[in-house]
């Protein structure tokens, strides 16, 4: 019983930490929360049920169509957020902290009513591309469908680290968010180094609509709205800005979530509380979270 919430745990676990990602790799650059991450997730989800449905010979079957799948969903959301900062963000950046807010709040709006019009207000049944098979592994059920999710989540966090620690564009991104104006004054285009960082975090919020698509079996208009507060609670319980703080606090929610359904009474009803209640002791404890550091403020 214990091991077989651990694997879902981390089955959760990795999505919510793929979605905390897009939201602390935004906010360790603009101190902004980018309240739209999780309708680009629902766009991502979306785009590889499009993908699967117009081409099911291409996308629909086998290994290859979902990388295929994967890929294209991850380059489509990245694009729209881009689009989102380039149109309803940049704009307002040197006016206030507070007009990208709202900002943020009307894009996740528009959105999410865009796809609730144009396309459907039903859920809409997900692809399977591959074939689930089962093992039995010390008393607990793993599905292929967990190791595909847990595989491809862990890859995707491993190539960011690359990205952020060990290449050029990584090291701007880490100077623009040390402080974006003496990064400008030492030669890197802070504009640029903004949409790329908008492109990275949308295309994780992508790859984590397909994995919750994939998990879940069906998406609908609304499906960003829980999992993207849920994953903003991880960002802030692992410190929001910090990039391993993301991930341990995705990780740190899915355990806590499948241990309460799996050992409260009623658990099921409670994950949610539960998950809204740890991001209210965190920031009465630790308003910095788990990794996050504390900042002395400037006089």
Not at 82 to 102: D, M, N
Not at 144 to 149: A, E, R
Request: hydrophobic residues 55%; positive net charge.
């Amino acid at each position: 019983m214990l091991i077989q919430q651990l694997v879902n745990g981390l089955t959760l676990g990795a999505i919510y930490s793929l979605i905390a990602l897009g939201y602390t790799l935004v906010y360790g650059i603009l101190t902004m929360i980018n309240f739209a991450h999780s309708e680009v997730l629902m766009l991502g989800a979306f785009m590889a049920l499009g993908l699967a449905a117009l081409l099911p010979a291409v996308f629909g079957t086998g290994l290859v169509g979902l990388a295929g799948m994967f890929v294209l969903s991850m380059a489509g959301a990245g694009l729209i957020n881009v689009i989102i900062e380039r149109f309803a963000y940049r704009p307002l950046r040197h006016i206030s902290r507070l007009a990208p807010l709202i900002s943020a709040i009307g894009v996740s709006i528009i959105l999410q009513n865009g796809v609730f019009i144009w396309i459907s207000t039903q859920s809409l049944r997900f692809p399977e591309p591959v074939a689930i098979d089962q093992v039995n592994v010390l008393g607990a059920t793993i599905s292929s469908l967990q190791i595909i999710i847990l595989a491809a989540a862990l890859l995707l966090m491993g190539i960011l680290h690359f990205f952020v620690e060990h290449t050029k564009l990584g090291k701007a991104m880490r100077a623009c968010s040390d402080d974006i104006q003496t990064a400008g004054l030492m030669g890197i285009n802070p504009d640029y180094i903004i949409a790329l960082t908008f492109f990275v975090g949308g295309a994780l919020g992508g790859a984590a609509g397909v994995l919750y698509g994939m998990n879940y079996g069906s998406i609908k208009y609304n499906l960003g709205f829980l999992p993207g507060a849920k994953a903003f609670t991880a960002a802030v319980l692992g410190g929001i800005g910090n990039i391993r703080g993301a991930v341990l606090g995705g990780f740190i929610l899915g355990f806590l979530e499948v241990l309460a359904s799996g050992y409260i009474p009623n658990g099921a009803q409670w994950r949610d509380v539960i998950a809204f209640t740890v991001l209210i002791i965190v920031l009465l404890v630790r308003p910095s979270g788990l990794l996050g550091e504390k900042i002395a403020e400037k006089v």
